[in-house]
């Protein structure tokens, strides 16, 4: 095959044949999947109507369903824009391609399209091959410079089943208009459509235009830390989606089993990114925030910013162990007396101390170690009554026998205000138990602090809740209570007894079905049961139709690693990664001890006190220097007008990273406004309100100043978004209006890295509105209005 055109295309529709061709492929292509489609609907009718008797059966039962439904649910996701790809290979290229397995030679054309699908003909012959496949790689990464055997790619854009274009590039020919040699842009047509299309507030996948920086990242084989930094819009959480996509499509058995996690830093990041997997036909990923991590919580609180960098630091480690071994008490020098066979018994020093050396010699972690702590006093405390009632009164030797004392000490088991004695000296402990105390009692948190000054206390200290007891936990409390629980062995204990619980539960329940069916039996046949009516009892008992009922209740492993403390996964996926704090990563890694991730993150971007702005840092501790650090330096996101004020900031935040390169520019230059004293957000509004921009549009302000904002800006008009600076991060919108800036950079220690956010969420369009003097980097932003007042 040679090259016949030299520039890229978009035929018009009637004159194209190249059109008719590709519409006769994607009619090929959807009755295929529509055939796909109704043979899984008829094979799921027919499993959900056949009976499964013994729980074996069942549990075949239900993966047949979970498999049929997870193809339907990916064959639905795959219809829109099925098939977006071409490749032509060059007849040499052809020629070296290895003969498969059947004999059959590799074809010349290759469609690739969001899943693989093979035709129903006698040769399965390829319709479609998945993006994600290694011969749909070149897609990716031929140019001209290296077309790797690719004579033709085309790009062909379809929608509800019709093709609307084609766009062809020859990579022989060397030469490509439009293809960017300076920042290595492949497909370039397709992408700068997809980056100028108007943002819909939830995140879309970029299979059609994925880029060579981004491919080698989302393919990687590496199985170790994988770093990926990378300025604004670089496109770090596209990739980290389609590496998410890639790695399940790879190892899919193996992480179908052990889930993959990906952790966001908000609640509305994740409600961003949340399509982008099922878009692309997978579901089994667990999505969550850092506050979220914790089974049955959900941490809504709020911290100051001192107390969120005290919580995040690795002190803590130390004041989580010092508060649970201050619940390992002493009676203190007096004793406790506790009555007991007509004698008291003396609760001191001597016996607690002895119990609490051998409990912790166990190692053991706490709640796991109260055994011990139990046996140990309550063998004191027999010697000590055996020593009282058992000695000669002539020489004080004993005159118990060692059945005697094991009767005393199994007395001594049954007595209740003994062993409640002796257990409130080394209690059953709940990590939420343990963090609201510490926070709440002055003399516990001064007791845990060693070597913390008054400050610091005062910001950790906060009154107990009078409601439930976790409703003020804030995220940055999260870490701390998985801390707690691995330092107390909450996990196990309470874990079983959840469990034990929920078994209960289901049996009772079955308990209860049974009798209604029972009870729902014909009232004349009560008394003189006819022998040949089959009652429920009959055929199942409340224990089988409980196990019934478990099997029923489905769980995906996304799902059951998320009420699962100690799941531990097959790959982890942090996302804004540099806003984790030194606890929240311990939290993380105990999810992931194969240490199969990838990190993404900015450390330039970092707004969190308690965040990282060095990757070493945070990964020397856990993989010493087996991490490896990738870069990303396109800005597929925001205009050259913007990045040059954005990349005046990164200078000062970060003189060594390199900025990343702005894709395109629209000609729509940044702007400031300056309002009167105590009119910024109102002006804000009445801004947004009265300009005709297209897409999406937010004002972002600092956080501490977003709900007098948004009040001001609900006056205007209701509808207009307002996101605080921290709930902003990996967010974008078409246009920003960045609310007093001064406030961003003073309102916290990282400022000038939240400005830089700010700046950076924008596809479209900046404009800042202050009150007071604008920031140096902002200062010579063109004006518009010297003042505008009410
Ligand atoms: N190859 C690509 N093709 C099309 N769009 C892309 C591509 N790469 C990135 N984008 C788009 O660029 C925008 C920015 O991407 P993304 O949010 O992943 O960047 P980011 O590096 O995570 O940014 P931030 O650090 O600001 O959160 C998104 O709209 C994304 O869809």
Redesign the pocket.
């Known amino acids: 095959m040679t090259a016949s055109n030299p520039s890229p295309t978009t035929a018009a529709p009637e004159t194209d044949p190249r059109l008719a061709e590709e519409q006769a492929h994607l009619d090929a292509v959807y009755a295929r999947l529509d055939r796909m489609r109704a043979n899984t609907r008829r094979r799921l009718g027919e499993t959900l109507r056949e009976s499964a008797g013994t729980p074996q059966a069942l549990s075949e039962r239900e993966s047949y369903e979970k498999m049929y439904n997870e193809d339907l649910a990916k064959f639905d996701a795959a219809e829109h824009n099925l098939y977006f790809g071409r490749l032509d290979l060059t007849d040499e290229a052809l020629a070296a391609e290895p003969v498969d397995d059947r004999g059959d030679a590799t074809e010349q054309v290759r469609r690739i399209g969001r899943i693989g699908i093979l035709n129903d003909d006698d040769r399965d012959t390829t319709l479609l091959l998945d993006w994600r496949a290694p011969l749909s790689r070149p897609f990716y990464l031929a140019t001209p410079a290296a077309p790797e055997g690719i004579d033709r790619r085309r790009h062909v854009r379809t929608r509800s089943r019709a093709v609307r274009s084609v766009s062809d590039e020859y990579l022989q020919s060397g030469q490509i208009d439009g293809d960017r040699a300076d920042v290595n842009v492949v497909n370039e047509s397709a992408?700068v459509d997809?980056?100028n299309a108007a943002?819909t507030g939830e995140?879309?996948?970029?299979v059609?235009?994925?880029?060579r920086e981004?491919d080698e990242i989302i393919r990687t084989t590496h199985r170790g830390v994988m770093v990926v930094q990378?300025?604004?819009?670089?496109?770090?959480?596209?990739?980290?989606?389609h590496r998410a996509a890639y790695l399940l499509y790879t190892y899919r058995d193996l992480l179908s089993r052990s889930g993959v996690l990906i952790i966001g830093p908000n609640d509305d990041f994740l409600r961003y990114i949340g399509q982008v997997l099922p878009s692309l036909g997978e579901t089994g990923v667990l999505l969550s925030t850092i506050g979220d991590l914790f089974p049955d919580v959900h941490a809504a609180g709020v911290d100051t910013r001192a107390a969120a960098s005290l919580k995040g630091d690795q002190r803590m480690l130390a004041v989580l162990k010092a508060a649970v071994r201050g619940r390992q008490s002493l009676p203190g020098r007096g004793g406790i007396t506790v009555p007991f066979d007509g004698y008291e018994l003396m609760i001191d020093n001597d016996v607690i101390g002895a119990a609490r050396s051998a409990a912790r010699s166990t190692r053991r972690a706490h709640n796991l170690a109260q055994r011990t702590f139990i046996r140990v006093a309550l063998d004191e405390l027999a010697a000590q009554h055996a020593r009282r009632i058992g000695s000669s009164a002539l020489d004080g030797s004993p005159l118990l026998t060692s059945a005697d004392l094991d009767d005393i000490r199994q007395e001594l088991e049954l007595d209740d205000a003994v062993v409640t004695t002796v257990t409130s000296m080394w209690p059953q402990l709940t990590p939420q138990g343990v963090l609201r105390d510490l926070y709440a009692d002055p003399a516990y948190l001064r007791r845990s602090t060693r070597g913390w000054t008054d400050e610091e206390r005062a910001a950790l200290h906060r009154q107990a809740s009078p409601a439930a007891a976790d409703a003020d936990l804030s995220p940055a409390d999260v870490p701390l209570l998985d801390e707690l629980a691995e330092l107390i062995g909450y996990r196990t204990d309470e874990a079983d007894r959840i469990e034990r619980a929920r078994w209960r539960q289901r049996l009772s329940e079955a308990q209860d079905a049974l009798d209604i069916l029972t009870g729902s039996a014909p009232q004349d046949l009560e008394d003189d049961l006819d022998p040949e009516i089959l009652m429920a009892y009959d055929l199942i008992d409340a224990e089988q139709l409980a196990q019934r009922q478990e099997h029923t209740q489905y769980r995906t492993t996304a799902e059951r690693a998320y009420t699962d403390r100690t799941w531990t996964f097959g790959h982890v996926i942090v996302?804004?990664a540099q806003e984790l704090s030194s606890m929240a990563w311990r939290m993380v890694m105990r999810r992931i001890p194969n240490r199969w991730m990838t990190v993404?993150?900015?450390t330039a971007?970092t707004g969190d006190a308690a965040g990282s702005t060095s990757w070493s840092d945070v990964f020397t501790p856990y993989v010493a220097n087996r991490w490896r650090l990738s870069e990303?330096t396109?800005?597929?996101?925001t205009p050259s007008e913007i990045t040059v004020y954005a990349n005046r900031l990164l200078e000062r935040i970060s003189p060594e990273q390199q900025a990343p390169t702005s894709l395109r520019s629209n000609g729509i230059e940044p702007y400031a406004i300056r309002a009167a004293d105590g009119d910024g957000a109102r002006a804000a509004a009445a801004l947004v309100s009265e300009a005709d921009w297209s897409g999406l549009t937010t004002i972002i302000t600092a956080d501490a100043a977003v709900a007098d904002a948004r009040a001001a800006v609900a006056a205007v008009d209701p509808t207009i978004q307002v996101h605080a600076i921290t709930a902003s991060?990996?967010?974008?919108f078409d246009n920003v209006v960045v609310l007093e800036p001064a406030d961003l950079v003073d309102g916290s220690p990282r400022g000038l890295s939240d400005l830089y956010?700010a700046v950076?969420?924008a596809?479209q369009r900046v404009v800042v509105v202050h009150e007071k003097d604008l920031p140096e980097d902002l200062r010579d932003m063109a004006r518009v209005g010297k003042q505008v007042t009410r």
Request: overall charge negative; proline content about 2%.
């Open positions: 992408l997809a980056l943002r995140m879309t996948d970029i059609e235009t994925i880029q981004q990378g300025g604004p819009g670089t496109g770090k959480t596209a990739v980290a989606l996302d804004e993404i993150g900015d971007q990303l396109v800005n597929y996101r991060k990996g967010l974008e956010v950076t969420r596809t």
